[in-house]
């Protein structure tokens, strides 16, 4: 008896397409040299017969101009924002080596540096409270001080710290942050506004943006857009 034996067909180099997979986009960009190409192939190709209407060829021609304009254009933008980067660089070096006041830190800071000097603790109320609590957190972030205070009118203040515990212990020499808590009259917080600060002792500039970043003393990192002020020399 004789067998049959199907003859299986194999398919070399198959690949996989996900069924569902979206389409691979495709770029519209065209850039000047290949405009410009493909205006001539245009001219070239043309039935004689029936050449291009001059309208529609200064047409192309002004898409082509404008074109060259705008890549122009990009270049000078781009070698304005270099040199913009340059003049920040430049300019952060006067930096060095004084305390710049910044934004966005979210709570302040404050250095002991061990000359008996009161520690300045600034923020800012948007209105008057009743009671004003500041906790002090060393490098570690742990609670090492709280400051109850007293009534505060609303805007900018400031309180001197002696950089001591409750039993008149001198803290550490070191960097310090600090947190305000205010309430008014009702017991409901008050909004307050903290600008940390720090001694600039070095300049980076941000890889992913070009941007000039300020390295303080205590290794915050800000970025020279954030800076609201410079307090003094070294």
Known sequence: MTMFNPTVGVVDSASYVEPFAPPAE???????????????EQ?????????MDGTDFTAQLAQFSSLEQQTATNDNLMLLQ?????????????????????????????TISGDGQPISLDFELVDSANEVVIDIYNSAGGR?????????????????????????NSFPVGDYTF??????????IVSS????????????????????????????????????GVKGGA
């Open 26 to 40: 495709e770029k519209d960009d065209l850039g000047m040299d290949a405009f410009l190409l493909l205006l001539v």
């Open 179 to 188: 947190n305000i808590t205010a309430r008014d009259e009702l017991g409901e």
């Open 43 to 51: 001219l070239k190709n043309q039935d004689p017969l029936e050449p």
């Open 193 to 228: 506004v903290v600008n940390g600060s720090g001694k600039v002792q070095g300049i980076e500039t941000d890889p992913k943006n070009g941007n000039t970043v300020l390295v303080l003393s205590d290794g915050t990192r800000v970025g020279i857009d954030q800076v609201l």
């Open 82 to 110: 270099d040199y913009s980067a340059t003049l920040n660089r430049l300019g952060a070096l006067d930096m060095i080596d004084k305390t710049v006041e910044y934004d966005g830190s979210g709570s302040g800071s404050a």
């Open 144 to 168: 090492v001080a709280t400051l109850e205070l007293g009534y505060f009118d609303l805007g900018n203040q400031s309180y001197n710290w002696n950089g001591k515990d409750d039993n008149g």
